[in-house]
């Protein structure tokens, strides 16, 4: 909802749903909390800060002294308010749990101590046409392919792995506790095991190389065993491939890209993730579908990989490629 891209911390602290997604609590008819973090990743920190006010906080009975609590909250909206120059008139106060009041207590003793300012957070994004190996707190290793972007939080890493990725990237994880991967078309969930996530658009691809994973979606719930594949469309389970048809899948990571009846426009969208080119692709073969290899190591030969077996031609004029019949 858009309301949220206003709310500052006190504002996530008075929202019930957010609460429950945070303890785990979350009921059937609760908020998305995941999903719309996933669409909107310039939040993460506020978000983060509130969570971790909400995971600190402990219950007390004691009844807050008269007073106390509007001065606490008078406190905390001006660290935390987001300047809005539109609005002058000062803020009305609602009564509000004694929990709040004490979360708000512990916001401005962080506030004052400066540990707000620590940010466990750490974001990593490729531009066109580049790869991206990092490291996670746990020794687990991470290849990120171009134009793809993976978030998680280092703080208590040990007993909560979780990852946030769009785009895709190729996961060797650590055996240890369990590891998530989310994604807005889906998450993948697994001990430790070695395997491969494309999210793009509406569609989640996964590929097990090693252990076994499982891929869930709203409805959907699929365990993948050893080179075994699993892809989800628009919400709806496509495939489970064998070995031998995906072998290759995880290629990218050396510059090959293997097609086997793939929609040309996929692969045209790769090309200009990996090129940094814009491809102008005749509407007619929008539908064609492709099956062959393109290495991204050739630089513009890639084009001709792809295009001359389905007799096309095209022309570079600047960073655009149109492409025509021969």
């Given at each position: 909802?858009?309301?949220?891209?206003?709310?500052?911390?006190?504002?996530?602290?008075?929202?019930?749903?957010?609460?429950?997604?945070?303890?785990?609590?979350?009921?059937?008819?609760?908020?998305?909390?995941?999903?719309?973090?996933?669409?909107?990743?310039?939040?993460?920190?506020?978000?983060?800060?509130?969570?971790?006010?909400?995971?600190?906080?402990?219950?007390?009975?004691?009844?807050?002294?008269?007073?106390?609590?509007?001065?606490?909250?008078?406190?905390?909206?001006?660290?935390?308010?987001?300047?809005?120059?539109?609005?002058?008139?000062?803020?009305?106060?609602?009564?509000?749990?004694?929990?709040?009041?004490i979360a708000a207590s512990l916001l401005l003793l962080i506030a004052v101590t400066g540990l707000l300012n620590t940010n466990s957070d750490r974001s990593f994004s490729t531009s066109f046409a580049e790869v991206k190996n990092i490291s996670l707190p746990d020794g687990s290793v991470v290849s990120i392919n171009s134009k793809s972007k993976l978030n998680f939080n280092k703080k208590n890493w040990e007993n909560n792995r979780v990852v946030y990725l769009e785009g895709e990237a190729f996961f060797e994880v650590k055996r240890g506790s369990k590891f998530l991967v989310n994604t807005k078309n889906g998450n993948v969930e697994v001990l430790g095991t070695s395997f491969n996530v494309f999210s793009r658009d509406q569609q989640l691809n996964v590929i097990c190389k090693t252990g076994k994973v499982r891929v869930f979606s709203d409805d959907i719930d699929q365990v993948l065993m050893p080179n075994q594949a699993t892809e989800i469309l628009e919400d709806q389970l496509q495939f489970i491939q064998e070995a031998s048809e995906v072998d290759h899948r995880e290629s990218w990571m050396n510059g090959l890209y293997v097609y086997t009846d793939e929609p040309l426009i996929h692969v045209i969208h790769e090309l200009e993730r990996q090129l940094d080119f814009e491809i102008v692709l005749p509407e007619a073969y929008q539908e064609v579908r492709f099956t062959g290899s393109f290495n991204s190591k050739n630089n513009k030969k890639s084009l001709s990989e792809v295009l001359w077996p389905l007799g096309l031609k095209y022309e570079i004029d600047g960073r655009k490629v149109i492409v025509s019949e021969e």
């Open positions: 909802m858009n309301q949220f891209l206003h709310y500052t911390i006190s504002d996530f602290l008075e929202e019930d749903s957010f609460i429950r997604w945070v303890r785990l609590e979350a009921e059937e008819n609760d908020f998305d909390w995941e999903s719309w973090l996933m669409e909107h990743p310039e939040k993460r920190e506020i978000i983060d800060q509130a969570k971790s006010l909400i995971l600190h906080l402990k219950f007390k009975e004691e009844p807050i002294k008269e007073g106390v609590e509007d001065s606490l909250w008078a406190k905390i909206d001006n660290n935390t308010k987001e300047e809005k120059k539109e609005e002058h008139q000062p803020r009305i106060f609602p009564l509000r749990t004694k929990w709040i009041a």
